[in-house]
């Protein structure tokens, strides 16, 4: 089961990808005219990164596989003793091994798309119409789909840190994604008869596409770029969460309290999803920097800190020597 949707969500990814970009196209096309058509090319550069991201990823297994092979087949043939360097156990494969440059191409073009719109024809447009504010909001939102499809992508059972973070993307970031784009329909001024100054329909834009973008980190963590470190570093989840905070709920928040004050516009149900995104982003930046006593790594799971065997579980770490002692004399 779990092959058969690693397998669906590959040609998914690419589908909704050009389905939501046709769309945008349409929309600038429509709107702004014939000149703006080149901008179908921006869901050919879309479709050829995802697309290349899939391929590596293929290749990157392939050839992680063939290397432990080589070492077992070494191990056979030659002692642990008789290696020039002392035994290392073999990192755990990348979970995403070039996601990160897929979803970086993916969403720089997206943003870009979506600032083109807000900037020329979409705080004009009227929710009554087919093409209007409800269909655009509906296509901008799956981006958090395209992301999912990513995510179910992955071909190999991750490691437990390794999990953590994919918790964490599945969890945190899909729901972002959906706040960012619900925070961009404050735009639609026409459509709600709200007069914005121009600083605020500038933050609001701003802030909404630096959220679109901040998956990178959380992606950079599980690539291939990383797993070639020694020891990959495992605190990226944790870089986007204090960003995630800082560039998304806390303005987000502020804005949205000003417009319920002032204007007597805003989504109360998102205003309590900031407060409580943040309070749950503090305690786990708590639950990281001040991890429980005898953890001795600060990486956490919903809270609590993951122990060091089970990175040494996942071939994360060197293997201790007074461990290579206990397994007998050595083959010489």
């Avoid at 589908?15 to 703006?36: C, E, F, K, R, S």
């Amino acid at each position: 089961m779990r092959k058969l949707v690693v397998v669906c969500a590959k040609p998914a990814a690419i589908l909704a990808i050009l389905v939501q970009g046709g769309i945008l196209d349409y929309y600038l096309i429509h709107h702004n005219g014939w000149t703006w058509a080149p901008w179908i090319a921006a869901d050919v550069v879309c479709v050829a990164a995802i697309f290349c991201c899939i391929y590596y990823s293929r290749r990157y297994y392939d050839k992680y596989d063939r290397e432990v092979q080589d070492e077992k087949d070494l191990e056979l043939t030659q002692g642990w003793k008789d290696l020039e360097e002392p035994k290392v156990a073999r990192g755990a494969p990348a979970t995403l091994p070039l996601a990160y440059i897929g979803w970086l191409v993916y969403s720089g073009l997206l943003v870009a798309r979506i600032v083109m719109i807000f900037k020329t024809f979409g705080s004009t447009i009227s929710g009554e119409e087919v093409w209007g504010t409800n269909m655009l909001e509906f296509v901008i939102g799956g981006t958090a789909g395209i992301f999912a499809f990513l995510l179910a992508t992955v071909d190999r059972k991750p490691t437990p840190s390794q999990k953590v973070c994919l918790k964490f993307l599945q969890h945190h970031v899909l729901l972002e994604i959906i706040d960012s784009v619900e925070f961009l329909t404050i735009l639609f001024t026409a459509e709600h008869k709200l007069t914005l100054p121009g600083y605020v329909y500038d933050l609001i834009l701003a802030f909404s596409c630096i959220n679109m973008i901040l998956p990178t980190l959380g992606l950079y963590q599980l690539s291939a770029t990383n797993f070639k470190r020694a020891k990959p570093r495992e605190n990226f989840y944790i870089l986007q969460t204090i960003l995630s905070t800082i560039f998304g709920n806390l303005p987000f928040l502020i804005i949205r309290v000003v417009l319920w004050s002032e204007h007597k516009f805003t989504n109360a149900l998102f205003v309590m999803k900031n407060i409580i995104a943040m309070v749950q982003n503090v305690v786990e930046l708590i639950h990281y920097f001040f991890p429980e006593k005898g953890h001795e790594h600060k990486a956490t799971e919903l809270g609590h800190s993951e122990s060091a065997a089970s990175r040494i579980d996942g071939g994360m770490l060197p293997v201790p020597e007074e461990d290579e002692d206990q397994c007998g004399p050595s083959r010489r």
